[in-house]
C-alpha cells in the first residue's frame, strides 16, 4: 500500500466529487444520515459512558459512510445496512481506532480547559452553551485556537484509517500511520479542499439569507436557523461523500467485497 500525491487541483474537485456521488442517490444517503444521527443521539444520553461511546463509534460509521459513496460512484443503489459496514469489516481494529478516538479528544478537550477553565469542554460533553460574555472573551477565542491546533494531528491521523483498517486489512496502528503519512504528503490538495469546502459552507447559508432578506425586504418570514436547516442536510452527505473521493485519489480502493460483486456494485478507481 503507497499513498499517492495528488495536485492541489484534485482537493479542490474532492466536494464536487461528493455532490456527485450524494446526487446518485440522495433518499438513499438521507436514510443514512438520519439513522446515523440518531443512533448517535441515543448512545450520547446513556449515563455516565454517552459521549465517550458516541465518539468510540465515529471510526466505524465513517466507514459505512465510505462504503455508501463507494457505491454510489461505481453507479449503484444505497442499503441502509452499509452504514455498519465498519462493524462487519476489521471490527476489533475499529474498536481500537474508536478507543484511541476517544482518548485523542480527550487530551484536546484538556488542552482546552487549561486555557479557558473548561468552559468549551463542557459546553461539547454536555451542550451547555457559555454565556455570551464567555463566548466573547479572549480566553474562550484562545482555548477554540488550541482546540483546533491540537485537533489537527488527530484529524489527519484519522481521515483515511477507518477504511485502511477495515479494507486493506492495515491494523489499527498502521492505519492511523498510513493516514497522517497520506495527509502530510498532500497537504497542499487539502488546504486547497480546506478552502473550498469553507466557502460553499459559510458561502452558501450566507448568500441565501442575503437573497431572502433582499426579497422579504429585511425581515425573512422563517428563523435563520429553518432556513439553514435544507443546506445542511444537503451539504453533510455531500461532505461525507467527499471523503470517499480524497481516499480514492490518496489510496487505491482494493477490490470490492464478494457479496457487492455480486450485485455488480465495484469501486471505481
Same mark, same amino acid.
Given at each position: 500500500?503507497q ?11 474532492? %466536494? ?7 446526487k ?6 438521507f436514510?443514512?444520515?438520519f ?8 448512545a ?51 474498536a ?25 469542554a ?8 457559555p ?6 472573551s ?8 488550541v ?36 495527509? %502530510? %504528503? ?19 447559508p ?13 425581515a ?19 461532505l ?20 457487492e ?9
Amino acid at each position: 500500500m503507497q499513498a499517492r500525491i495528488v495536485s492541489p487541483g484534485r482537493g479542490a474537485a474532492w %466536494l464536487g466529487e461528493g455532490w456527485r456521488f450524494f446526487k446518485a442517490a440522495p433518499f438513499g444517503w438521507f436514510a443514512l444520515i438520519f439513522a446515523y444521527w440518531l443512533l448517535m443521539t441515543l448512545a450520547s444520553v446513556l449515563p455516565f459512558v454517552g459521549v465517550a461511546l458516541a465518539s468510540a463509534m465515529v471510526p466505524a460509521f465513517a466507514v459505512g459512510f465510505m462504503a455508501a459513496a463507494r457505491a454510489a460512484a461505481a453507479g449503484g443503489g444505497i442499503e441502509m445496512k452499509m452504514l455498519f459496514d465498519g462493524f462487519r469489516h476489521a471490527p476489533r481494529s475499529q474498536a481500537s481506532l474508536g478507543a484511541v478516538y476517544v482518548v485523542c479528544l480527550a487530551a484536546v478537550l484538556a488542552g482546552s480547559a487549561a486555557v479557558d477553565g473548561g468552559a468549551l469542554a463542557r459546553w461539547m460533553l454536555t451542550g451547555t452553551r457559555p454565556g455570551d460574555e464567555t463566548l466573547q472573551s479572549g480566553t474562550f477565542i484562545a482555548a477554540l485556537a488550541v482546540a483546533a491546533a491540537l485537533y489537527a494531528p488527530v484529524m489527519m491521523m484519522f481521515w483515511f484509517a477507518p477504511p485502511l483498517a477495515a479494507w486493506h486489512g492495515t491494523g489499527a496502528a498502521k492505519a492511523l500511520f498510513f493516514s497522517f503519512y497520506g495527509c %502530510l %504528503l498532500n497537504w497542499r490538495a487539502f488546504l486547497a479542499y480546506g478552502a473550498v469546502t469553507a466557502i460553499i459552507a459559510v458561502g452558501m447559508p450566507f448568500m441565501t439569507v442575503l437573497l431572502l432578506m433582499l426579497l422579504t425586504r429585511g425581515a425573512p418570514a422563517l428563523p435563520v436557523a429553518s432556513l439553514a436547516f435544507p443546506l445542511v442536510l444537503v451539504l453533510l452527505p455531500t461532505l461525507f461523500a467527499s471523503f470517499y473521493a480524497s481516499y480514492r485519489d490518496v489510496f487505491a480502493p482494493p477490490a470490492a467485497p464478494p457479496q457487492e460483486e455480486a450485485r455488480g456494485i465495484m469501486p471505481s478507481q
